[in-house]
């Protein structure tokens, strides 16, 4: 009698594109950062599974960059202006200061809430003042933010420089705001999540892309922001948060170069998050 010969075995095909590695959600971390698929962001585009901790970014060299965080850093900092009491009504409006500046929409009185709508700079050097450079370095250490340096002007660290921060940094922070792992109150940290929510009634008309509505009942939140470095040239931020019917998710859109014009991060990211699947 032949013995039958054992089946030869088969090897699973190898995949060129990424692999990712995911953790049971109630473990709360993130997993190890993969490539997104056949991306076609022009920059840096992370994108973190709030469930799974799934992390995906299309450029590893790019998205561990540091870079001012300009106007995003104003999520924070809002954060930190409700936690010291430096503003108590989200909604109070604060008087201008009759200094003409270049854009309309900060030529006039605002409250935190117009404040973060407008990206209205002026408003937030006036809390940087109130909140000190003692308790602003202490809440950015907390909040484990970039690399945390808040030292030089203490009305413009954020801007230019010297606080840095990649865009994988910026959705892990994203991440700890929408957990609910942030060190502050349930108020702040709802009165901020709010306030980002990109209304298709009353978003800016820089953001009127990303309010949608969106065909799959997504909610979109997300902050822009724009600085020019000696480095990078032009840089462009969009860093937010989304809810669809796949899930939420956090996400962080960086272009650098010579001449941006727009947010051009706002428009990338909008293509990115349809290429996924999400809007």
């Not at 609910?180 to 306030?195: F, N």
């Not at 922001?225 to 989304?242: A, F, P, Q, Y």
Request: net charge positive; hydrophobic share 35%; charged share 25%.
């Amino acid at each position: 009698m032949t013995r039958a010969q054992p089946a030869p075995l088969r090897r699973a095909p190898l995949f060129a594109l990424f692999v990712t590695l995911t953790l049971s959600p109630t473990t709360r971390a993130e997993t190890q950062p993969a490539a997104t698929p056949a991306s076609k962001h022009p920059g840096c585009f992370v994108l973190l599974d709030l469930k799974t901790g799934e992390l995906k970014r299309n450029d590893p060299e790019r998205c561990a960059k540091r870079l001012p965080p300009a106007s995003t850093f104003k999520i924070p900092h809002a954060l930190i202006a409700l936690e010291t009491g430096v503003v108590t009504d989200p909604a109070a409006k604060r008087k201008w200061d009759g200094k003409k500046r270049s854009v309309a929409d900060w030529n006039r009185d605002h409250s935190l809430e117009s404040a973060i709508s407008a990206s209205a700079v002026w408003f937030f050097q006036g809390t940087a003042k109130q909140i000190g450079r003692e308790r602003m370095k202490d809440w950015v250490h907390r909040f484990g933010y970039g690399n945390e340096d808040t030292s030089g002007e203490l009305t413009g660290f954020w801007l230019g420089g010297p606080l840095r921060i990649s865009p994988e940094e910026q959705v892990r922070f994203l991440a700890r705001l929408y957990r609910g792992e942030l060190p502050v109150s349930e108020r702040s940290r709802e009165t901020v999540k709010r306030i980002l929510v990109q209304s298709p009634d009353t978003a800016p008309e820089r953001m009127k892309r990303l309010a949608g509505p969106w065909p799959s009942g997504a909610v979109v939140s997300g902050k822009t922001g724009s600085t020019n470095t000696k480095e990078d040239g032009d840089v462009s931020w969009l860093v937010g948060h989304v809810r669809s019917l796949r899930g939420e998710y956090v996400f962080a859109s960086l272009m650098t170069g010579e001449h941006l014009e727009g947010p051009v991060a706002l428009h990338a990211a909008v293509d990115e998050l349809q290429a996924q699947g999400l809007l």
